[in-house]
Each structure stands twice: as structure tokens, then as C-alpha cells.
């Protein structure tokens, strides 16, 4: 009997922006996002000279890195409905207000 002929490469289509945002990437990365705010958060009210640019670094890069994920994902996925992509914008504005509140002085911090 003659050997099988061989196959081929294995095609493997693309990945998408969709496939990449599932529901699990996107509350791990805003919650990576809050947890940077926090640490920036706790940083600034500790009063520690010289870690005033280290925290608001924090502050901003962490609600940045959350806005833009949760606005990707509300923007790009095929599998939520209307109502979830509504909330994914709702937070991120509500997310964006307060960081840049925090990050240029609002509420009364420095």
C-alpha cells in the first residue's frame, strides 16, 4: 500500500478584535485597570513626597488601559446585545470622568 499523501499545512484563519475581547479579557483588564487606580489612589493620600507623578502616572494609565478596553469591546463585539454595549460605554465614561477628575486636581486632592 502507497503512504497517504500528506496533508498539508494546518490553515488557521486570523484572529479578530471580537475573538480577542470575550467577557473573561475584558473584566480582567478593567480589573487590572481599577487595581492600578487603586494603587495610585493609595500612593497620593499617603502623602509620601516624590511619589506625587508616580501616582497620578498610575491613576491615569490604569483608567486609560480600562476606558479603551471597555470601549473596544463595546464598540467591536458581535455577541453582546445592545443593553450590555450601552453599560461597556456607561462605564467607561463614568471611568474617564473620574480618573481625569482625580488626575487634574479634582475633589479638593493635589
Given at each position: 500500500m502507497?503512504?497517504?499523501p500528506y496533508p498539508g499545512m494546518y490553515y488557521q484563519p486570523p484572529m479578530t478584535l471580537?475573538?480577542?475581547l470575550t467577557h473573561r479579557n475584558v473584566w480582567g483588564a478593567n480589573a487590572l485597570g481599577l487595581l492600578l487606580i487603586w494603587i495610585g489612589f493609595l500612593i497620593r493620600l499617603s502623602g509620601v513626597s516624590g511619589f506625587g507623578a508616580a501616582a497620578s502616572f498610575l491613576i491615569f494609565t490604569g483608567g486609560l488601559f480600562a476606558v479603551l478596553v471597555s470601549t473596544a469591546a463595546a464598540m467591536s463585539s458581535k455577541k453582546t446585545t445592545d443593553m450590555q454595549?450601552?453599560?461597556?460605554?456607561i462605564w467607561s465614561g463614568i471611568l474617564l470622568l473620574v480618573v481625569s477628575?482625580?488626575?487634574l486636581g479634582?475633589?479638593?486632592f493635589p
Open positions: 502507497p503512504p497517504q471580537d475573538s480577542y454595549n450601552l453599560g461597556l460605554l477628575t482625580i488626575t479634582g475633589f479638593g
